[in-house]
């Protein structure tokens, strides 16, 4: 049961982001959801803008990975609820704006991310 919600609620974030514009990778259903931030200057911004909003992020950067392809990783539990998530959803989507993130304006829906 625990499982299947820690599915249900990845699978859930994952969409949503993607849904607002946010590129994002990773295996579809894992609990570890990475999001590209690529500008370097923007992955202190985006990490402390979280903190501000009580949001617990892990970011990774240059050399852990390409100068490029620096990320924030969410990592989504089966004790989050609907509202924690739309909450965090909320508070990210806001700083996408901010700091010009939201690299898919057509809002791209990847079909392998189904969620209800």
């Known amino acids: ?40 200057a923007k992955i202190p911004a985006f990490s402390r803008e979280c903190l501000k909003r009580n ?15 620096g990320r924030v990783r969410f990592c989504i539990s089966a004790s989050h609820t609907r509202e924690d998530l ?12 901010l700091l010009m993130l939201k690299f898919h304006k057509d809002k791209v829906q990847p079909q392998h991310l189904k969620a209800e």
Do not use: C, K, W
């Open 86 to 97: 739309d909450h965090a959803l909320e508070q990210i989507s806001d700083i996408g704006d």
């Open 55 to 69: 949001i617990a992020v892990v970011v990774v950067s240059y050399p852990a990975t390409p100068i490029i392809t």
């Open 1 to 40: 049961q625990r499982l299947d919600q820690l599915a249900l609620n990845s699978r859930y974030f994952a969409r949503r982001l993607a849904e607002m514009g946010f590129m994002t990778m990773g295996d579809p259903g894992s609990p570890v959801i990475p999001l590209l931030l690529f500008s370097p």
